[in-house]
């Protein structure tokens, strides 16, 4: 079972604060990511990291930034937050192998920009 | 046109019924297909992992791969109304781990 964790899981705040959220993940995985999920549409990726110091913008354009200081924490952040950026964010990772590997997911962090 | 294509639903059937999810996609260069169920308010869980063309069993759940005609199933016998969810299908190529994903099946399984 993956153990990927997200805080907060639910943040409603004002237009104009810095947000940092939280994914961490307890299984040793090098490989992680960010997906932004929408009401009806499908998941797309935001970011993604390799490993440690390993950042990558992905395919969908996105204000955010990410970190990957250590290998178990991949905090995304939005430096002013906007409406446009109400959104549910979802954390991801998988085993970095020469196969593909699939992909687990956290529970989201449900974020509402007032 | 989208690389993935899923019928959105809702898709309601009665309790002990068999489910049939599907997807298409455009891109014959997919060779990982895996199905998730997302429970409200919850993060996307994995199902089903596949590997090109052929069918994976799983207690109640097969997962059915058709590469020739880029159409992707996955089938749940006897449906539980805990089997109610959205079920996302996703596929991606051998040469990159990036996730294509359809929009989601929303199934209601009905006492």
């Known amino acids: 079972e993956a153990d990927i964790y997200q805080t907060p899981r639910y943040l409603v705040i004002g237009t104009g604060k810095k947000i940092t959220l939280e994914c961490s993940q307890t299984m040793g995985h090098d490989k992680m990511y960010w997906y932004q999920q929408d009401p009806g549409m499908e998941l797309h990726l935001i970011h993604y990291s390799y490993g440690v110091n390993s950042t990558e913008k992905g395919d969908l354009s996105s204000e955010s930034t990410v970190s990957r200081i250590r290998t178990e924490h991949f905090p995304l952040t939005l430096e002013s937050a906007r409406p446009s950026h109400t959104s549910q964010y979802l954390c991801a990772s998988s085993a970095d192998t020469i196969s593909n590997q699939p992909q687990h997911f956290g529970d989201g962090t449900r974020l509402s920009i007032l | 046109q989208k690389e993935v294509e899923q019928d959105p639903g809702p898709l309601s059937v009665p309790e002990g019924a068999i489910v049939s999810l599907n997807c298409t996609y455009s891109n014959s260069a997919f060779q990982y297909f895996m199905w998730y169920r997302q429970y409200s308010r919850k993060g996307p869980e994995l199902l089903m992992y596949t590997y090109s063309s052929g069918n994976k069993e799983d207690g109640r759940f097969t997962a059915q791969v058709d590469k020739s005609s880029k159409y992707i199933s996955l089938f749940i016998r006897d449906s539980q109304p805990s089997d109610s969810a959205t079920y996302l299908c996703?596929?991606?190529?051998?040469?990159?781990?990036?996730?294509?994903f359809g929009t989601g099946t929303r199934l209601q399984v009905f006492p």
């Open positions: 996703a596929t991606s190529g051998a040469r990159t781990d990036k996730l294509i």
